[in-house]
């Protein structure tokens, strides 16, 4: 079976689309709220997530550590949820956290400003003014979450597999569509593949997060780079001393023993995170 990651456009239907997907292929569809609720489990403190969740986030919100420990528990709460397989994620980037997984199937909805606010206007009784201010503030927020977190056009159609036009094709026509797909598309190798990729990832990512979250190590964007062996972790970021970098490299040691622990942590004196 496939795991699907879905990108989409305000009222092109993504949503319900999803949920009819999960229920016909007896999938987990992984709500909004769903990953907001995990990503404040794992520590991410409830009130930051407004500046971050899903929308641009603003100059000194763009340049805080918040961010980047944000994404940190982002990014887990995206592994661990498609390591459980068959299921749907929605927005959160979950297209390029997952691209390189190979039985990822990433899908984006859209369809005619006109037809969305044709929805909108209907969904919640606004004005044509009203329902196109919201489809403007919704692109640019998208937009800008994407090039933020990720440095991705979520525009770009070559970061999906199929793009789908809500617009012309009736939603009903477009779950039969993607439940071909995803039976043409899935294989026991590639599930075999993404299992073992998803697994991987999640180690780096768990990695990272103790490193920075339980041992407080001062190092700015921090990366656990693994092979596709799950046996060899370089790390990556900006440090200010070598001292930091060692002691990095010495817990990452303790913490996975079965890999070999590279660093490929730049040291800048005196650099300064905000």
């Known amino acids: 079976m496939a795991i699907i990651a879905i990108s989409r456009q305000v009222a ?13 292929l007896g999938y987990t569809f992984i709500t909004r709220k769903q990953i907001e609720d995990r990503i404040v489990e794992l520590g991410f403190p409830k009130e930051k997530l407004q500046k971050y ?44 956290i ?3 997984v190979p039985n990822l199937i990433s899908l984006r909805f859209v369809a005619k400003e006109s037809v969305r606010a044709k929805r909108l206007e209907k969904e919640f009784n606004w004005t044509e003014k ?19 977190f990720f440095n991705v056009d979520n525009e770009d159609a070559s ?32 599930e075999a593949l993404g299992k073992k990729r998803i697994e991987n990832m999640l180690k780096a990512q768990d ?47 303790k913490i996975l023993p079965s890999c070999t622990i590279k660093s490929a942590v730049n040291i800048v004196q005196d650099f300064k995170g905000c």
Request: aromatic share 8%; glycine share 6%; net charge negative.
């Open 53 to 96: 969740d899903e929308i641009k986030p603003g100059f000194f919100a763009s340049l805080a550590k918040g961010r980047d420990e944000y994404l940190n528990y982002l990014q887990y709460a995206i592994l661990e949820a498609a390591s459980k397989g068959n299921c749907i994620l929605i927005g959160r980037g979950s297209f390029v």
């Open 159 to 190: 970061h999906y597999m199929l793009t789908i036009n809500t617009g012309i094709l009736e939603p009903e026509e477009v779950v039969k569509q993607i439940i071909n797909f995803v039976k043409y598309f899935s294989a026991p190798e590639k």
């Open 12 to 24: 092109a239907l993504g949503d319900e689309i999803a949920a009819a997907v999960a229920k016909k």
């Open 207 to 253: 990695l990272t997060n103790k490193l920075l979250f339980e041992y407080k190590l001062n190092i700015n964007f921090l990366r656990a780079i693994i092979d596709d062996e799950g046996t060899s972790i370089t790390l990556q970021g900006v440090a200010d001393s070598q001292a930091v970098v060692d002691r990095a490299v010495t817990l990452a040691a």
């Open 130 to 148: 009203q329902a196109m201010a919201r489809i403007n503030e919704s692109a640019a927020n998208r937009k800008g979450f994407h090039k933020s």
């Open 98 to 100: 997952l691209e390189d």
